[in-house]
């Protein structure tokens, strides 16, 4: 009978990990770049009720993904602002190394060099840090990611790609420690960079609302079965106490 109560409960802790999940992708609906995080979680068997002959069923504590859908672009018209196409990243170097980002809105500074919206070098495809020529004029960016200045070539834009199922951290929001590090994309006709746009949340608000209501929902009809194994469990007891 006390394995309704470690069932109820396996099924809770899977519930909360997943409403911390879609509470974190909905403060995340406006933040350029940013990709909806997933959880996915496995059916674990176990003998744990030696009076009953067939197993138990709980929730394995999940694995996070990333949804790989895009996100809408919006054009700024901006020569700094950059939204990848296709499945690849952008790389700032931070002080905990190289991360991936969608977020191209870059600035120049006096310097001339490329840097992020938090001050991090934007890096190329062989992750050295891109500089521009500060009086050279605004940039034009090829869909390949060639930087032209005055029309002569000055960098390129590194994009790259990664095998997130190897693990990931978040960074400043939109960004990304991949755990299998990342390797830059080398002609690949379906990935490109898009001058003059972003790339906004590809988090879906009202998918994210109706999982915040079921999650909710679920989490109160769990706590009420338990609460009636935990009162027939008692009423057991009670009775098979009073009968001695």
Same mark, same amino acid.
């Given at each position: 009978?006390?394995?309704? =109560?470690? $069932?109820?409960?396996?099924?809770?802790? @899977? /519930?909360?990990?997943? =409403?911390?999940?879609?509470?974190?992708?909905?403060?995340?609906?406006?933040?350029?770049?940013?990709? @909806?995080?997933?959880?996915?979680?496995?059916?674990? *068997?176990?003998?744990?009720?030696?009076?009953?002959?067939?197993? $138990?069923?709980?929730?394995?504590?999940?694995?996070?993904?990333?949804?790989?859908?895009?996100?809408? =672009?919006?054009?700024?018209?901006?020569? /700094?602002?950059? @939204?990848?196409?296709?499945?690849?990243?952008? @790389?700032?170097?931070?002080?905990?190394?190289?991360?991936?980002?969608?977020?191209?809105?870059?600035?120049?500074?006096?310097?001339?060099? *490329?840097?992020?919206?938090?001050?991090?070098?934007?890096?190329? &495809?062989?992750?050295?840090?891109? +500089?521009?020529?500060?009086?050279?004029?605004?940039?034009?960016?090829? $869909?390949?990611?060639?930087?032209? +200045?005055?029309?002569?070539?000055?960098?390129?834009?590194? *994009?790259?790609?990664?095998? *997130? &199922?190897?693990?990931?951290?978040?960074?400043?929001?939109?960004?990304?420690?991949?755990?299998?590090?990342?390797?830059?994309? $080398?002609?690949?006709?379906?990935?490109?960079?898009?001058?003059?746009?972003?790339?906004?949340?590809?988090?879906?608000?009202? &998918?994210?609302?109706?999982?915040?209501?079921?999650?909710?929902?679920?989490?109160?009809?769990?706590?009420?079965?338990? &609460?009636?194994?935990?009162?027939?469990?008692?009423?057991?007891?009670?009775?098979?106490?009073?009968?001695?």
């Amino acid at each position: 009978m006390q394995s309704g =109560l470690y $069932v109820g409960l396996s099924a809770q802790m @899977a /519930l909360e990990r997943r =409403l911390n999940t879609v509470a974190d992708n909905m403060a995340n609906m406006n933040t350029v770049g940013f990709r @909806a995080t997933e959880v996915k979680f496995d059916e674990l *068997l176990s003998g744990i009720d030696n009076n009953i002959s067939t197993n $138990v069923s709980f929730v394995s504590q999940g694995n996070d993904y990333l949804s790989t859908q895009s996100g809408e =672009l919006q054009k700024t018209d901006n020569p /700094l602002d950059f @939204a990848v196409k296709g499945d690849a990243w952008l @790389a700032v170097d931070t002080p905990s190394g190289q991360v991936l980002t969608r977020d191209g809105r870059f600035t120049m500074a006096e310097t001339g060099e *490329l840097l992020s919206m938090k001050g991090y070098p934007v890096l190329d &495809s062989g992750g050295g840090a891109i +500089q521009l020529d500060r009086n050279g004029g605004p940039p034009s960016v090829g $869909v390949d990611g060639r930087i032209f +200045q005055n029309g002569r070539p000055v960098a390129s834009i590194g *994009l790259f790609q990664t095998d *997130l &199922s190897k693990g990931f951290l978040r960074y400043d929001n939109s960004g990304i420690l991949p755990s299998g590090g990342a390797q830059p994309v $080398v002609d690949d006709k379906n990935i490109g960079v898009l001058q003059g746009f972003i790339e906004q949340s590809n988090v879906n608000g009202i &998918s994210e609302m109706t999982q915040l209501i079921s999650i909710n929902r679920n989490f109160e009809s769990i706590s009420s079965m338990m &609460s009636s194994t935990e009162n027939s469990f008692t009423d057991a007891i009670k009775t098979l106490g009073g009968s001695q």
